[in-house]
């Protein structure tokens, strides 16, 4: 039996974390980003050079940047009943010249998040689509979002390396 889906437009608040994180040594993750290649051969929504899906299991240092992104998603909503998160997957991209993002959601997980490596001046924004948001990172910058929320980057203009480290979050 076939159930027909109805789709309608819901206008919600949801939060988003955008702090600056000083403790990460940037030269080390960005060398071990650089040091796994292209894997996904841009067929994924990111256009540009990107990991493999767990890359915080390969790092301890990427590893430790996944439990602070999951610490600071602990506090966005404070409930009675203790939830356990997870990262789900998380990968490190590197964008040159010409290189975006297709807009795209993370679900079914809970939260996404991105963290700023190394941002070259002129680097592309982190756009949310439907909120007509755009964020201009910097280097050390962690943003944490609904993983409803859709969300792309636009083809960069900029020649040197835009290198980050994006994760997603689920209940355990």
């Not at 256009?47 to 240092?61: G, H, V």
């Not at 290189?99 to 680097?123: F, I, N, R």
Request: aromatic content about 12%; proline content about 3%; glycine content about 4%.
């Amino acid at each position: 039996m076939e159930i027909g889906a109805k789709y309608y437009k819901f206008n919600m608040d949801l939060p988003i974390v955008e702090i600056n994180l000083t403790e990460f040594d940037n030269d080390k993750l960005a060398e071990i980003i650089l040091s796994k290649g292209d894997v996904q051969n841009k067929k994924t929504n990111v256009k540009a050079n990107m990991t493999d899906w767990r890359l915080d299991l390969q790092s301890k240092e990427v590893s430790d940047l996944a439990w602070k992104a999951i610490e600071y998603a602990n506090n966005i909503r404070q409930s009675y009943s203790k939830v356990i998160f997870k990262t789900r997957s998380c990968w490190g991209a590197v964008y040159g010249k010409d290189d975006y993002t297709v807009s795209h959601a993370h679900w079914p997980c809970l939260y996404s998040w991105c963290y700023y490596v190394k941002v070259p001046e002129g680097s592309s924004p982190l756009v949310f689509d439907d909120a007509k948001l755009m964020f201009e990172p910097k280097e050390g910058d962690l943003i944490i979002f609904s993983s409803l929320v859709q969300h792309s980057v636009p083809k960069s203009k900029c020649e040197e390396q835009r290198i980050m480290i994006a994760g997603n979050i689920v209940c355990q």
